[in-house]
């Protein structure tokens, strides 16, 4: 315990040190977070496929957030780092990938209480009825100790018999083209049967995250890997469900985020035509505006508070992101 206090110490008093020299410059620069779970159940190193932020760990970094930079929208960070001037506080966007019903449940009240206004980049695949998503089920199997060879063998993808890490294997699946995935996923629900009806957003999550005034972005409805996708089928996912969930939010979708941040030169072209504004990968780097709209970074944090936080987002600021 004492250790980690000593070490979030020396993190916190590093991002600070290094902020300082950078506010006072006139460096016209943002950063965008991004989350994929908050609240989520507590697992141990190695056991988790898409880490969840602890809930306490999510309330210290948005009241860090709040108090060192101006938090604003992700369509609205590229344009709010062009304005800034020396001395004023940089603008970062904290938002949020997929169909999370706990962004309601953990998240929607700790912002509120803020009074920060995030970007919930939603893929409406939930609207109609529940649905999870291949590495959500491949979780849930994972956790009930259901992946055995026997399961492995049925996957379109080579896995190693015996195979003891959940990366591994999900790392297999997600090289595979959709019509490979939605082979998993039938194999993952034959195992677990029907998905929960909690497991993901509905339209009344949806409606509830624009009625607290927040941003909703596109993410797509199936989540591909885009760059391993055709024209047609490119062209298909940029926007195939995209107007059910402009119907909820009550404005065009004009901010995407690329699922699992997948993109090339011919991801972004397609998106230019889609007619989004501002796209968001996972590549690790600032936001400047000098950079392509539609080739925003994004970084993701290392476990912990609000030392962690703080010291990545002066690294990202200083154009030295870490990059592990």
């Known amino acids: 315990m004492l250790a980690a206090s000593l070490r979030d110490a020396a993190r916190a008093g590093v991002g600070g040190a290094l902020r300082a020299p950078l506010r006072s410059s006139d460096r016209p620069v943002g950063v965008a977070i991004l989350y994929h779970g908050v609240g989520g159940p507590a697992r141990k190193p190695g056991q988790e496929l898409v880490p969840s932020v602890p809930l306490h760990h999510f309330v210290d970094q948005v009241r860090h957030l709040r108090r060192r930079y101006r938090v604003v929208a992700a369509s609205e960070l590229q344009g709010a780092a062009a304005r800034r001037r020396r001395g004023q506080r940089f603008p970062v966007a904290i938002t949020f990938d997929d169909d999370d019903a706990g962004y309601v449940q953990h998240v929607l009240p700790v912002l509120d209480r803020a009074g920060v206004r995030a970007t919930f980049f939603l893929n409406g695949a939930s609207l109609e009825r529940p649905r999870w998503f291949w590495w959500e089920r491949l979780q849930a199997a994972w956790d009930r100790n259901l992946v055995d060879d026997a399961l492995l063998a049925r996957l379109p993808v080579a896995v190693p018999s015996g195979a003891s890490s ?39 999550h949806a409606r509830r995250l624009v009625d607290a005034g927040h941003e909703i972005g596109f993410h797509t409805l199936e989540h591909p890997i885009l760059p ?30 690329y699922p699992s941040g997948g993109t090339d030169a011919r991801v972004l072209e397609a998106a230019r035509r889609a007619g989004y504004r501002a796209a968001f990968t996972t590549r690790k780097a600032r936001v400047t505006p000098a950079g392509d709209p539609l080739g925003l970074g994004r970084i993701v944090l290392q476990p912990g508070g609000a030392a962690p936080l703080s010291l990545e987002l002066a690294r990202t600021l200083a154009g030295r992101p870490r990059l592990s």
């Open 166 to 204: 959940l990366r591994a294997v999900g790392d297999a699946i997600s090289t595979l083209r959709p019509d490979e995935v939605a082979k998993v996923q039938d194999v993952l629900a034959d195992r677990l049967g029907e998905d929960p009806p909690t497991a993901r957003m509905g339209p009344d």
């Open 228 to 257: 391993m996708l055709d024209d047609a089928e490119l062209d298909r996912s940029l926007t195939e469900g995209r107007e059910t969930l402009e119907a909820l939010a009550g404005t065009p979708l004009t901010t995407f985020a």
